[in-house]
């Protein structure tokens, strides 16, 4: 990518800035790690050494926090330090950052960070943060030159396909824990599998439910049409998604006829992007539009259910497994009758960041409430 040269290039050309060089390391030590991270590499770590690290890259200081230890953080993106207009999503949940915000607006700043400003970092910043390692979602970046720059450690982590039972959040997990010779990464990989393992237990074998997902936030909010043909929280809870990949350009169905056409029994709704479908309903002057809408059975039976924004500056793993939880008990709801989403979500924040936070999360403007069913859909559109 142009903005990782963009930033290698000038970690080297301002490597002479750097006030410490290449950490040696005892590989007959006891506190040497030699770790494979998600992009393949070997690194090998005097964890006795890591005292200063940052975080580069969108949701590496999530995966951070999930895993880290958050004492040895020495600077932050502006996007996770509070700074007036560098957050674009102010009104979605980030629970990692919720949960640890005194903390992280006190650090000093490493760049601006967020999805328009990848390449605006202040490799100035970087260098001076003096970091004995970078835990980095850059996954295209030569780490040995960026090592040999700023005399840190690079690490890399991921999320792989966005999908919180994805293998690269597993393995990034089990790698911070190694790193900080704590439980916290590996603790959490195993509450994922776990919870995945119940998820299948609790699924239908027959008779799986046909679902859309529509208003995915992509970069941005999407509306109706933005959707995913290899949904997780569908695939975990063995529901047929009505979308085959073939069918999509960008990320999105052709039109609403799709739906009219496809006919799932339940529309699930990112609750980020659904306003952005209202207003587009409201504001049309197409009556074909809108009599297209009041043409999709899910609609007009009240069968349209809010899930949670999980894409914000990355995947929130946390709300994307709630939702997962979610879309089961709709699926099966038998096989959830003592569930509770809010006690639920209320488990998954505590596991991954020691806090209770669905109150937190449902309180942000763009979460509309919480989990919900949408009575009188249509009626609620023209509102």
């Known amino acids: 990518m142009k903005l ?72 932050v993106e502006d996007i996770d330090r509070g700074v007036e207009g560098a957050n674009p999503f102010a009104q979605a949940s980030r629970p990692y950052y919720d949960a640890n915000k005194e903390l992280f607006d006190s650090l000093p700043s490493i760049g601006i960070g967020g999805p328009a400003n990848q390449k605006d970092y202040d490799t100035e910043k970087v260098i001076a943060a003096k970091p004995d390692l970078i835990i980095s979602e850059f996954l295209t970046l030569d780490q040995t030159a960026i090592e040999q720059a700023t005399g840190a450690k690079v690490v890399c982590v991921s999320t792989g396909s ?27 990989a195993k509450y994922i599998e776990n919870s995945y393992a119940d998820l299948r237990a609790k699924a239908k074998t027959e008779d799986s439910e046909k679902m859309y997902v529509g208003c995915l936030g992509r970069w941005g909010q999407q509306s109706i049409l933005s959707t995913s043909p290899s949904y997780p929280g569908f695939q975990a809870n063995n529901i047929e998604n009505i979308v085959q990949g073939s ?55 009240n069968e349209v259910y809010l899930q949670m924004p999980f894409n914000a500056y990355e995947t929130n793993l946390e709300i994307a497994l709630a939702n997962t939880y979610y879309i089961g008990s709709l699926a099966n709801p038998t096989a959830y009758a003592d569930f509770d989403i809010a006690a639920k979500t209320d488990e998954i924040t505590t596991k991954f960041l020691g806090k209770a936070m669905y109150n937190d999360i449902k309180s942000k403007p763009l979460s509309l409430g919480g989990y919900q069913k949408i009575n009188n859909f249509l009626s609620w559109l023209e509102e």
């Open 4 to 75: 990782n040269k963009l930033f290698l290039t000038s970690l080297i050309g301002l490597a002479t800035l750097a006030s410490c060089g290449e950490k040696s390391v005892d590989p007959a030590g006891d506190t040497t790690v030699t770790i494979t991270d998600v992009v393949g590499r070997q690194v090998t770590i005097d964890t006795s050494k890591i005292n200063r690290v940052i975080c580069a890259g969108a949701g590496a200081l999530r995966m951070y926090t999930y895993g880290g230890d958050l004492t040895k953080l020495v600077g």
């Open 162 to 188: 966005n999908n919180v039972f994805s293998d690269a959040v597993k393995l990034s997990l089990r790698n911070l824990s190694k790193i900080f010779n704590n439980d916290k990464g590996s603790t959490v």
């Open 247 to 301: 069918d999509l350009v960008e990320g999105k169905i052709p039109d609403l006829e799709y739906l009219v056409n496809k006919n799932p029994t339940k529309i699930i709704l990112d609750s980020a992007g659904i306003g952005k479908f209202k207003a587009e309903y409201k504001a049309t002057t197409d009556e074909s539009y809108r009599n297209v809408v009041k043409q999709v059975e899910a609609f007009k039976n």
